[in-house]
Structure formats: structure tokens, C-alpha cells
């Protein structure tokens, strides 16, 4: 049996995807108390190690051929004002890096690193090329490949995935984007629907070209779903509907402008709610788990902070396994 080590483990939907192949978690480390209490609740406590990454060294890290890192990526977006490497969350990578390096000859011969796409431009690029060097001064090859979720369900989510392996890495095509997976087959008939005059507030929050939008929709003769945010344009709270039927790229919902919402729109009516928990686990591929142990909030907190279980299983079928095997 493979098995992985598996750093910034978050809610444990990395070890989701790598489980389906027979990649088996032996040790996972994440900080955050309310994370650590969901992947706990779905892979008991045996691997998880809850603490600050900064306080591990190579010799506490077991001997395993295969190692994952989903580091923060508040410094690589708008969120984090794309520090980058010089912001406090972003920058864990490197002390993943340190710990290898630690390892000495007993690092793993394949890793595995995600985050956002903001990883490869953060500092004109210069972040990208500290953590592929990093790598490459360990001994490993890298490559990388751009994967989104949308392949596997209905919501844009395009991450880049660096790989290392000390051998000859050679990765294939990323799986296209389907166009017939839509949001109206995950979202819940009922719900919570917003009464006539906070609809009417969110219409009127609409920009011209918005509001077109949402007409069109509602001209049509078969209901839609739409996932829609909330921005701030010019200093005011305004919403924006995606173009097509599907919901955007789950975010951590903390703030005004995280949160996702979905439109249905058709047969002459528009109406709107707040997106579900449900709804973000079946965007997640991650509906199979259990989520009792903290609150819907703090559950769609998790998952917006974490992998889509599909795409974890392509790329182990389609690139870790084939590595791993030479």
C-alpha cells in the first residue's frame, strides 16, 4: 500500500481524493481547532497532529513515499493583498520545505503542492520560482498542471498543482472542462428563499448589464441556477450573477464578499438564497462526509478552504500513481 504524508490537511478532503486510488494517510498536520474537528469526526484522530507546522521537525515526520502540502492561500489572492511569500500564511510553505529538507534521505520520493492561481503570478512570479527552486535543491524534478474542478462538477475552480519527484516527471493533459454539468444538479428544490423585499434589494443592487442578465434568465421557459457574490464596486455592495450555470469558486465564508449565493431564474420568476451547506459539500465532491461536529458556517468555512475530492482522485490516478510506480 501507498502511503502519504499530508501537511495543511485542513478538513482531510485531500485524503478523500487520495483514499479512493488506496493512497493511505499516515500522518496529517493542520492548526486550525475547527478543521482538525471534522476530519477527526471522519478519519478519527490516529494521523492528526493539531499544531503550528513551525513547530514540527523532519524527525516527527514518519518515512512514507509520498507528500502533500495544500498551504495557505490567503497571501496568493486579493484576500491577502497578494503578499505572497512575505505574508504570514503563505509563507508556511517554506518551513513545509524545511522539514524535508530535515528528512534528508528519507524524504519522500514524490510530493504533491496546491494552491490557487495567484500562486503563479504572486510577486511577478518570484514567489513561484522560490518554491520551485526550493524543490529542486532537494533533489526533485518538478512540473506542474492546471486542474479545474468544473471537469468533475458544476463550479469554476482552477488550481495550479506543483509536483516534485525524484525521477523523470512527466504529467498529462488536464481534463476538460464540462459544459454540461450545471448547478441546477446539485442545488436543493427548497431552501430558504429571500421574501419579496430583500429580492427586491438585491435587484436593485444590480448593475445595467447585470440586470439584463437576470432578465434573460428570467425570460427563459426552464428554470436555472446561478451562483452569484456579493462585491464592492466604487465604495458599495453590489451583486454579480455568473454568465453561465454554475456556481463560482467557493470561498472561506468570512466577510461580506465570500459568502455565495444562487439565483433561480425561469419561467417568469426570479428568486434568491443563501447557498447551502449541502450545496458547498456537493460542489466539493465531499457530500459522503460528516459535518455535525461544528456549525454550517464553520463547516462551508471548511470547505471553501479545501480540495474537490474528484480532481484529487484524477490527479492521483492520472499523475501520482504513474510516478509512484516507476
Known amino acids: 500500500m501507498i502511503c502519504t504524508v499530508e501537511f495543511f490537511a485542513g478538513m482531510g478532503l485531500m485524503r478523500a481524493g487520495l483514499e479512493r486510488v488506496g493512497i493511505k494517510t499516515v500522518f496529517a498536520n493542520d492548526i486550525d481547532e475547527t478543521k482538525a474537528k471534522l476530519y477527526a469526526d471522519n478519519w478519527g ?42 505574508g504570514t500564511q503563505s509563507s508556511l ?12 534521505a528519507r524524504a519522500p520520493r514524490t510530493m504533491m503542492i496546491e494552491n490557487v492561481m495567484g500562486f503563479l503570478t504572486a510577486n511577478d512570479g518570484r514567489d513561484w520560482e522560490t518554491v520551485v527552486g526550493g524543490i529542486r535543491s532537494l533533489g526533485y524534478r518538478t512540473a ?16 495550479v498543482f506543483l509536483f516534485g519527484h525524484k ?26 428563499w429571500w421574501p419579496p423585499d430583500r429580492l427586491r434589494a438585491f435587484m436593485q443592487t444590480l448593475s445595467p448589464l447585470q440586470s439584463k442578465r437576470v432578465s434573460r434568465y428570467q425570460r427563459r421557459f426552464w428554470p436555472g441556477y446561478y451562483g452569484a457574490f456579493r462585491r464592492t464596486r466604487g465604495g458599495r455592495a453590489v451583486w454579480e450573477v455568473r454568465s453561465d450555470e454554475r456556481a463560482g ?24 438564497r443563501w447557498m447551502s451547506l449541502k450545496e458547498y459539500a456537493r460542489l466539493q465532491g465531499a457530500d459522503h462526509l460528516r459535518y455535525d461536529s461544528v456549525t454550517p458556517s464553520q463547516a462551508m468555512f471548511a470547505l471553501g ?22
Not at 167 to 192: F, M, S, W
Not at 307 to 324: D, R, T
Request: proline share 6%; with cysteine; hydrophobic share 40%.
Open 167 to 192: 525521477g523523470t516527471i512527466e504529467l498529462p493533459e488536464p481534463p476538460n472542462v464540462r459544459k454540461d454539468l450545471r448547478l441546477a444538479t446539485v442545488a436543493e428544490e427548497d431552501g430558504d
Open 93 to 104: 510553505v517554506l518551513d513545509y520545505l524545511r522539514i524535508l529538507d530535515e528528512m534528508g
Open 45 to 86: 484522530r490516529e494521523v492528526l497532529h493539531v499544531g503550528d507546522i513551525r513547530a514540527l521537525n523532519g524527525d516527527d515526520i514518519p518515512d512514507t513515499e509520498l507528500v502533500t502540502a495544500s498551504f495557505p492561500c490567503t497571501d496568493m489572492s486579493l484576500a491577502g493583498h497578494y503578499k505572497g511569500l512575505k
Open 305 to 326: 478552504d479545501a480540495v474537490c475530492v474528484p480532481v484529487i482522485e484524477w490527479l492521483a490516478k492520472h499523475c501520482l500513481i504513474p510516478l509512484l510506480r516507476q
Open 144 to 159: 506542474h498542471i492546471v486542474v479545474d474542478a468544473s471537469a468533475f462538477v458544476p463550479q469554476s475552480r482552477a488550481r
Open 249 to 272: 469558486a467557493l470561498r472561506t465564508t468570512r466577510g461580506g464578499s465570500a459568502k455565495q449565493a444562487i439565483v433561480r431564474a425561469g419561467c417568469g420568476d426570479v428568486a434568491v
